[in-house]
């Protein structure tokens, strides 16, 4: 294949990329283009359904929490001053995230309550080959179902800023605060010139 040929095959029609995941119809006018290059690179990569991530600023448009926490506003530099919802991430790290969280909070309720049979019969009992699967769809898929009923599943980030009562969604990120500095100076190079107030936000965040 010519190097004409790579290129060629390389050509985005991002109006119709946009137009594809619903970002267009979710937030006309409201979405920058670091947004929308990171929501590409998701889909090109293959690493992150994009139209999962428009889904969860969709609901926020309609006022809807879905499954996940509430929005947050950033309280430490350098993103100080902007708002993050969470995205649930595609694959097993995200999962495991979850997993570890509602263990944290619920521990296992299954094999609690089989503890507390066996103790109310006076019996001594011992986890067996065939307890295991209940156990695990607990772990897994019960306190998944917990977390979901207190709307608090995590993910990663979906940064916005908040401006005359609507909503203008900037990039994503993830909860690393290693990597918030390269954030907060992607936002000024491409946000803030596509969004004029947002300069302004980000001063006053900082002398607040």
Known sequence: MSSADEQENLKVDIPAFVESIGLKRAAPGRYSALLVANLL???LSETQNPAKIVREIELLEQGELGQLKKPIQNRHPP?????HKHYMQDGIP???QNVLKALN?????VFQQMIEDAKKAGE???VEVADI????DDVVSGNRRRLAEQQAITGEWIVFAKHEGKNYYL????????THQHVREQLEQVCCVEFPFLA????DAEKA
Do not use: N
């Not at 990039?171 to 290693?178: G, K």
């Open 41 to 43: 690179g998701c889909a």
């Open 79 to 83: 993103l100080k001053g902007l708002w």
């Open 94 to 96: 995200s999962l495991a």
């Open 105 to 109: 909070r619920y521990q296992i309720p």
């Open 124 to 126: 001594e009992r011992f």
């Open 133 to 136: 699967p209940r156990i695990v």
């Open 171 to 178: 990039t994503i990120a993830t909860h690393d605060s290693d």
């Open 200 to 203: 302004q936000l980000l001063v």
